[in-house]
């Protein structure tokens, strides 16, 4: 899989949209984007993921650049909820391998 | 609806004890299933995922063994814990037919080896 680089850090206020960057400038053209996140002492959760277009859920929004070297996960209002770490991985669209998981971004919700 | 289960939540083994951590999938057939590490203060780290029972793939060398002996449960193993095994370890599956889509996890099982 394609390495990603990720903020360690964010802070975002309650309410306002977070905006959470990856850079993934070596990303094949086979390659999806998936954003996962971890909530303290909690499995991951999946949010969102997507190849080309971008794509938008109950839980958050997903812009990817033309080149593809870049993507940005959108939680259009925060909550105290959405601390946790966020992980942007990217991996091939076949293949029944597993998840290779960077630091991703701590992101911290303030009141 | 698909749901995972693992268990237990939280454990506590001696040194050299053995170990075995469940993890069944209810709800879907023929999934991939996988087993992750995440030790203190590190990331998730891939251990083993199984494309079918019996198929068995290990990500990194290690004291540790899994087995797939029904379509839906995955077992975590070893016969002789060290130290180093502690961490939260975590089960996950995704759907199957040898396409990566979305990876949902359980919600772990915190081992402390003492």
């Known amino acids: 899989d394609a390495k990603t680089t990720q903020p360690p850090s964010m802070d975002c206020a309650e309410g306002r949209a977070a905006n959470l960057p990856c850079n993934h400038s070596?990303?094949?053209?086979?390659?999806?984007v998936y954003w996962y996140r971890q909530i303290h002492s909690q499995g991951p959760q999946y949010i969102i993921h997507g190849l080309k277009n971008n794509e938008t859920n109950e839980m958050a929004s997903l812009i990817i650049t033309e080149d593809r070297k870049s993507s940005t996960l959108i939680l259009p209002h925060a909550t105290l909820r959405d601390t946790a770490v966020y992980y942007c991985i990217v991996r091939a669209a076949r293949g029944a391998d597993g998840l290779t998981f960077g630091k991703g971004t701590h992101l911290i919700i303030q009141p | 609806s698909q749901t995972i289960h693992q268990w237990p939540a939280t454990l506590v083994q001696p040194v050299g004890s053995p170990l075995s951590l469940e993890c069944t999938v209810e709800g879907t057939s023929n999934p991939n299933l996988y087993w992750y590490r995440q030790a203190a203060g590190r990331g998730l780290q891939l251990l083993f995922y199984?494309?079918?029972?019996?198929?068995i793939s290990s990500e990194v060398p290690q004291n540790l063994s899994a087995s797939r002996p029904q379509d839906r449960q995955f077992i975590l193993s070893s016969k002789k814990l060290l130290l180093s095994d502690s961490g939260f370890y975590l089960c996950?599956?995704?759907?199957?037919?040898?396409?990566?889509?979305?990876?949902?996890f359980g919600q772990g099982t915190r081992l402390t080896v003492v």
């Open positions: 996950a599956w995704s759907r199957g037919v040898k396409m990566n889509t979305e990876a949902f």
């Open positions: 070596t990303i094949s053209g086979n390659e999806y």
């Open positions: 199984s494309v079918g029972i019996g198929q």
